[in-house]
């Protein structure tokens, strides 16, 4: 049972373009979601959060929405950099139930950006 | 501000044999987060301590177990190995008071265990 799915194994981006990089979950309960970057050989880096009580987070470049009536969100990058080229992880977190004290990844998106 | 370290960077073990991974978390933090990325997979939970207990598991066998130790420090250990045990094993850690104030976890490089 795969509570937070990423469906798009890759995404190809031109520099200077937005990066839109979609989520999914379905756990009503999750009521804080997490984006990471990884880089190969390394852990992951946090890169952007957001309550269930907000609908959007803006950190520089970043901005993450939050559609909870969809169960969806997403993260936006602009404008997109060949550095932001990794492996991208949305994540989730539920205070109060079963899946409290645990992220719930996604599988991950490959993000290349083009020069 | 030193991050999350882990040791060793990589390890390589035979079936059946015992595997121990080392944590340090980040200064003043004191829950330890045990994750498993196993090839081609997402990360799937493994382990929570805080203040020196386990406060949730993931679906994983007993033979995995960890314990944290008064510095905040924790092991991983994985019995019995078995091929598919093959997997990026990372460790994360939160400052107090711990997940319920929605504070992102911050995780080290890994380790690397390699199942012959």
């Known amino acids: 049972d795969q509570q937070v799915k990423q469906n798009s194994p890759s995404l190809s981006v031109q520099e200077g373009r937005i990066s839109i990089l979609n989520c999914d979950y379905t756990n009503s309960m999750f009521d804080y979601f997490l984006w990471y970057k990884k880089y190969p050989a390394e852990g992951p880096t946090f890169l952007i959060s957001i309550s269930s009580i907000k609908d959007k987070n803006e950190d520089g470049r970043f901005t993450v929405f939050l559609n909870k009536s969809a169960k969806h969100l997403s993260l936006h990058i602009v404008p997109s950099q060949p550095g932001d080229s990794a492996v991208y992880f949305c994540?989730?977190?539920?205070?109060?139930?079963?899946?409290?004290?645990?992220?719930?990844f996604g599988q991950g998106t490959i993000l290349t950006v083009h020069p | 501000e030193a991050g999350v370290t882990q040791s060793p960077t990589h390890l390589i073990k035979t079936r059946g044999q015992q595997a121990t991974l080392r944590c340090s978390p980040i200064s003043g933090h004191t829950s330890v987060y045990w994750y498993q990325q196993a090839l081609g997979l997402g990360l799937q939970f493994l382990l929570w301590?805080?203040?020196?207990?386990?406060?949730n598991r993931g679906n994983f066998p007993p033979r995995f177990s960890g314990r944290q130790f008064p510095n905040y420090s924790s092991e991983l250990n994985v019995n019995a190995l078995e091929l598919e045990d093959s997997a990026l094993y990372l460790c994360a850690s939160i400052p107090p008071p711990g997940p319920i104030s929605n504070q992102p976890q911050h995780f080290g490089d890994g380790t690397r265990l390699s199942i012959l």
């Open positions: 994540a989730a977190d539920d205070a109060g139930g079963t899946s409290y004290g645990k992220l719930t």
């Open positions: 301590y805080d203040e020196g207990e386990e406060r």
